[in-house]
T-cell receptor, first 114, second 115 residues
Framework: NAGVMQNPRHLVRRRGQEARLRCSPM?????VYWYRQLPEEGLKFMVY????????ESGMPKERFSAEFPKEGPSILRIQQVVRGDSAAYFC????????????FGSGTRLTVV | AQSVTQLGSHVSVSEGALVLLRCNYS??????LFWYVQYPNQGLQLLLK??????LVKGINGFEAEFKKSETSFHLTKPSAHMSDAAEYFC?????????????FGTGTRLKVLA
């Protein structure tokens, strides 16, 4: 039973390029969450998605960031025109319908903007 | 608003010594509380969770934590540190005003185990 799969593990982008981060939830999980971990900080909530719906994007920066979770395929976090400040570890988590007992994190994508 | 404070960004203990990592929370409603461990360049692994069933919670790898409402604390302990415990530990709260799905994480405590 594979866990939450994120790819790539490491991503290097030049300033101004686009970054696409992928997350495949655990089998049977229909809820996906994205968190960002800046250097020397804890994880911060970004967005919560269900299939084809964004439920809560209150933690997403207003510009350049978007997320989707299509009916088929992985969830995608897209960052357009990346800047140095976007360098961070981005973690995805998934859960089944009942979330009260916590969810499972992936190993993260470490984005470096040069 | 809910919040989590982890006292001490770095903690060093000798191998075999007691591990104590501190976490205090702020919540206006009964919270769910979690401890996660993160090894270098890896994701977060759940150590244990408090969901109001029992105040003393036992987790994996010999760790446990006690929920103390009067002190708004959820400190993580392990009687005897092992070299493999060296990692970063995060306390998190979920529920209440932040929503049932949104975690609020502390800034982490990096544990170093000395031989």
């Amino acid at each position: 039973n594979a866990g939450v799969m994120q790819n790539p593990r490491h991503l290097v982008r030049r300033r101004g390029q686009e970054a696409r981060l992928r997350c495949s939830p655990m089998k049977g999980h229909s809820h996906v969450y994205w968190y960002r971990q800046l250097p020397e900080e804890g994880l911060k909530f970004m967005v919560y998605l269900q299939k084809e719906n964004i439920i809560d994007e209150s933690g997403m920066p207003k510009e350049r960031f978007s997320a989707e979770f299509p009916k088929e395929g992985p969830s995608i976090l897209r960052i357009q025109q990346v800047v140095r400040g976007d360098s961070a570890a981005y973690f995805c988590a998934s859960s089944p319908e009942r979330v009260e007992y916590g969810y499972t994190f992936g190993s993260g994508t470490r984005l470096t903007v040069v | 608003a809910q919040s989590v404070t982890q006292l001490g960004s770095h903690v060093s203990v000798s191998e075999g010594a007691l591990v104590l990592l501190r976490c205090n929370y702020s919540s206006s409603v009964p919270p769910y509380l979690f401890w996660y461990v993160q090894y270098p360049n890896q994701g977060l692994q759940l150590l244990l969770k408090y969901t109001s069933a029992a105040t003393l919670v036992k987790g994996i790898n010999g760790f446990e934590a006690e929920f103390k409402k009067s002190e708004t604390s959820f400190h993580l302990t392990k009687p005897s540190a092992h070299m493999s415990d060296a990692a970063e530990y995060f306390c998190a709260v979920r529920g209440g005003t932040s929503g049932t799905y949104k975690y609020i994480f502390g800034t982490g405590t990096r544990l170093k185990v000395l031989a």
